[in-house]
């Protein structure tokens, strides 16, 4: 059974506008992440991996370590985006060295827009 935590908190990212969307995490636990993303423009398929992929910092030990996008896989536009808000859910598939796996899934009012495999690399 794992430990949900409701709490929301806003994600530490280096990122700064326009290109920061993720903007605070909603749900988060050992291996799950749900976290709000916010485009000033309807986002495009590789705004919503961008999001997710800033979503995989919901999963920061806190030691200030970098992570940088490096492979994409299965990414898929399921629905062309009408909003300014979605729901990204990230979770964590595995690690190997300092690649670690993740796949996520976008969705607005419940509805999958966006979804695939990344990999993030830390330095």
């Given amino acids: ?3 949900r935590s409701r709490a929301v908190k806003e994600l530490n990212l280096p990122h700064q506008a326009p290109v920061r969307f993720a903007k605070y995490i909603i749900s988060k636990d ?3 992440a749900l976290v709000r ?3 000033e423009s309807l986002p ?3 705004m919503l991996v961008e ?3 800033q979503s995989s910092a919901a999963f920061s ?3 200030g370590k970098m ?3 490096v492979t994409l896989k299965n990414v898929k536009l399921i629905k062309k985006a009408e909003s300014l808000e979605y729901d990204i859910r990230v ?3 595995h690690a190997l060295d300092a690649l670690t796996y993740f796949s996520f899934e976008a969705s607005h009012s419940k509805k999958l827009i966006a979804s695939g495999v990344f990999v993030i690399a830390l330095q």
């Fill in 61 to 63: 030990d806190g030691e």
């Fill in 67 to 69: 992570g940088f996008l």
């Fill in 30 to 32: 050992e291996t799950s």
């Fill in 37 to 39: 993303a916010e485009f």
């Fill in 1 to 3: 059974m794992h430990n």
């Fill in 91 to 93: 979770t964590y598939q």
């Fill in 51 to 53: 999001a997710a992929a």
């Fill in 44 to 46: 495009t398929l590789s």
